[in-house]
């Protein structure tokens, strides 16, 4: 059996633009919520967690199938930018679904939390979905 090795440059090149462009969407999805989601999560809450957990989820299901159905970097990027507008319209949904998401977070209300996870979630497998080559 002969092991070809000959693939891996372009999965260290995917896999390093996945990486960055799911570093890119977290750093912009911390700066758009009103909570701090890295100080809650430091100090134990479990909603916070849960929210940008889904977010993250929500956005690399789409990613995945960006990265999979790619013909170059360019067009993998373009995918993954339409992926986050749709998290990012996502939140915005959620924000206007559940009143006070944010303080909700905070307290620690998980019966948000697990809502906002949801809705990345499901927006993130519905555009992974809709990409069609």
Known sequence: MTISM???PAFLLYFVVGVALIAAFAVIYLRMTAHDEIGLIRGGNLSAAIALGGSVVGFSIPLEKAIEQ???IPDCVLWALAAMIIQFAAYGLARVLIPDLSKKI???????AVMLALIAVISGTLAAAS???
Do not use: H, I, V
């Open 6 to 8: 000959a693939g891996l």
């Open 131 to 133: 990409m069609t080559e």
């Open 70 to 72: 790619a013909s170059s």
């Open 106 to 112: 905070e307290e620690d209300r998980l019966p948000a």
